[in-house]
């Protein structure tokens, strides 16, 4: 069993810039794969970024290549999602997600999820 809990979302004008985390309780954070969602409301959740085990290998949505990159510290049990050059659009609560094997990027593919930060970028 893994758990997630995120934390970094917030209030933010267009433009700027925030830092999402992902703390794992679990002595094996370097076996799983991590991805990074979004679900804004009314819509599904969606797929944004999701990184390998080891870190070596990533994936973005198109909506944020450029912008938002995925990076983990498995010395610290951790994720990351640096979101830069934010849009209106990006509002959403974003979750994070592990699973073994290779990175997916669908969201059925993942087995364990956080509860979700909220992050609201204001025009």
């Known amino acids: 069993q893994v758990q997630l809990v995120e934390s970094g979302g917030g209030l933010v004008q267009a433009g700027g810039s925030l830092r999402l985390s992902c703390a794992a309780s679990?002595?094996?954070?370097?076996?799983?794969?991590m991805g990074w969602f979004r679900q804004a409301p009314g819509k599904d959740r969606e797929f944004v970024a999701a990184?390998?085990?080891?870190?070596?290998?990533?994936f973005y949505a198109d909506s944020v290549k450029g912008r938002f990159t995925i990076s983990r510290d498995n010395a610290k049990n951790t994720v990351y999602l640096q979101m830069n050059s934010l849009k209106p659009e990006d509002t959403a609560v974003y979750y994070c997600?592990?699973?073994?094997?290779?990175?997916?990027?669908?969201?059925?593919?993942?087995?364990?999820w956080g509860q979700g930060t909220q992050v609201t970028v204001s025009s």
């Open positions: 997600a592990a699973r073994q094997g290779v990175p997916k990027t669908t969201k059925n593919e993942y087995d364990y």
């Open positions: 679990t002595r094996t954070f370097s076996s799983y794969c």
């Open positions: 990184i390998s085990w080891r870190g070596g290998t990533t």
